[in-house]
């Protein structure tokens, strides 16, 4: 099949390179002339774990190119894919300019075209009559027969590619026979074996995708709020919730207190799920209230280290060991490590930082840290470690090595990485979230 991927960001170069890979004549087409550089030398202008890799095998094999070109890269295709962003705007509504913009050029690279059928299909993000609004703006003026679809994608930054070979299901919103049948034919490979392929209106369709981020920033909002109920009763949340998480109806899944959730997804998706509620007259509450928890809890985590140096970070050094917004990622959209960064540097601190993958792009949006080439290099002399990201290098540090770094063996732990028991062993002073502190009172962690 000839797929034209409109935006080669993550969604659409990982889409694009997967088809491609299934067999099928992909054109991924971008406005970014640097990011299309980087693009046809085989190599993805953002870190995600095997796709480089991939991407070379299908740029040899013919079936993946890179095209700046609307004409032309639109010209043969029979599906194409809108890929593009929806980031907030500064209205704090969802951004559908990049969206409607791809409508007018694909309307004007091929809309004059008679008998010419060609699927396109929304995958962005967007927000419930987006795809019908693309649709009329792809009609209007036009004699092409465009057959609109929805499509919705759900990878996870860090394992998209697995993601994508092996979906845990495809959700697709169609109105007619022609789209159907093209995405059925198109996903054929990917489906089976307990992954489904669901076929819904288009609408219902919009709808899966924000239901579905909504719920999983929902579970973390909710274990943040009772972590801090375990904070101030005394109570270790990491034991609530392996109590809590032993009934099935809950089930155990991200379930994960710590400084909240951030990314291109769950923030914007939250917020544009609000937009909708103000929009249908139908507020939605405990979105809102997501959100504002998420909000507090990064907050907080920086007050809390603020306060425990007396309300001044005059003339002291802090390290931070993450700041991509999750592992496996070198994205730092809506991170909560830079508002602890600028938080910190407010009162007054010194930062240096250590992350596996996302120093370049954490310094186009806060340059006031001193990366530093490792994890030990980063605490050199520091009064405080700060942890902000779950890499699995951060998980079993050689601790006496720590201690033997940094000028005081204090953590403030926003992932919940190491127990009490092994902190107070190696004499730590140990702050995490919704577990009492590790300071030089003897604690009980029932947890190994
Ligand atoms: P991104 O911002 O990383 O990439 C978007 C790309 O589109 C950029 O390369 C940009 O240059 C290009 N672009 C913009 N206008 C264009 C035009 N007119 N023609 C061609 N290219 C154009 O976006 P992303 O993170 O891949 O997200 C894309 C959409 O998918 C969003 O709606 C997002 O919410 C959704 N989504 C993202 C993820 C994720 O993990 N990043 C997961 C699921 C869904």
């Not at 759900?154 to 109105?175: K, M, S, T, W, Y």
């Not at 801090?228 to 994960?256: H, P, S, W």
């Not at 809102?288 to 002291?316: M, P, Y």
């Not at 699995?392 to 033997?404: I, N, S, T, V």
Request: aromatic share 8%; hydrophobic share 40%.
């Amino acid at each position: 099949m000839n797929i034209t991927i409109v935006g080669t960001g993550y969604v659409g170069l990982v889409t694009g390179t997967c088809f491609a890979n299934a067999g099928n004549s992909v054109i991924c087409l971008d406005v970014d002339p640097e990011k299309l550089k980087t693009l046809s030398k085989g190599e993805a202008p953002f870190y995600e774990p095997g796709l480089s890799e991939l991407m070379t095998s299908s740029i040899e094999s013919g079936n993946l190119t890179f095209s700046g070109e609307p004409e032309s890269a639109y010209e043969n295709a029979d599906i194409i894919f809108i890929c593009v962003g929806t980031p907030t705007g500064e209205d704090g509504r969802c951004n559908l300019s990049f969206v409607m913009g791809v409508a007018d050029d694909i309307a004007n690279a091929i809309g004059a075209q008679k008998d010419r059928e060609v699927v396109v299909v929304v995958k962005s993000t967007v927000p419930v009559g987006t795809t019908h609004a693309v649709a009329a703006r792809l009609s209007k003026s036009s004699v092409a027969n465009f057959c609109i679809a929805n499509n919705p994608e759900f990878l996870r930054e860090g394992c998209a590619i697995d993601n994508f070979l092996q979906p845990d299901r495809i959700v697709c919103g169609f109105e007619d026979d022609h789209a159907k049948n093209t995405l059925t034919e198109l996903y054929g490979p990917f489906v089976g074996d307990g992954r489904p392929l669901l076929f819904f209106d288009i609408c219902s369709s919009e709808m899966v995708k924000y239901a579905s981020n909504a719920m999983l920033a929902c579970k973390i909002s909710f274990i943040n709020e009772i972590a801090t109920l375990c904070e101030r009763n005394g109570a270790n949340i990491e034991n609530v919730r392996e109590g809590m998480c032993a009934d099935n109806r809950i089930g155990t899944q991200f379930y994960k207190s710590g400084i909240g959730y951030g990314g291109s997804c769950f923030p914007k998706d939250t917020l544009a799920v609000m937009e909708m509620g103000d929009d249908l007259d139908a507020p939605c509450l405990v979105n809102t209230a997501v959100h504002e928890l998420n909000q507090r809890q990064r907050r907080w985590f920086a007050d809390r280290i603020v306060k425990q140096f007396g309300g001044s970070l005059e003339g002291k050094k802090v390290a931070i060991w993450g700041l991509a917004f999750k592992p496996q990622t070198d994205d730092v959209r809506d991170a909560p490590s830079i508002d602890i960064a600028r938080t910190l540097s407010s009162f007054g601190a010194t930062i240096s930082a250590y992350d596996p993958e996302a120093s370049e792009t954490f310094l186009k949006e806060f340059a006031d840290v001193h990366i530093a080439p490792d994890m030990y290099s980063a605490i050199d002399d520091v009064d405080a470690l700060v942890i902000c990201t779950e890499w699995e290098e951060f998980h079993a540090p050689d601790f006496d090595k720590m201690k033997q770094h940094m000028k005081e063996p204090v953590v403030f732990d926003g992932r919940n990485l190491y127990t009490m028991e092994c902190m107070q062993k190696h004499d730590f002073q140990y702050f995490s979230v919704g577990r009492p502190d590790v300071v030089s009172q003897p604690v009980q962690d029932t947890r190994e």
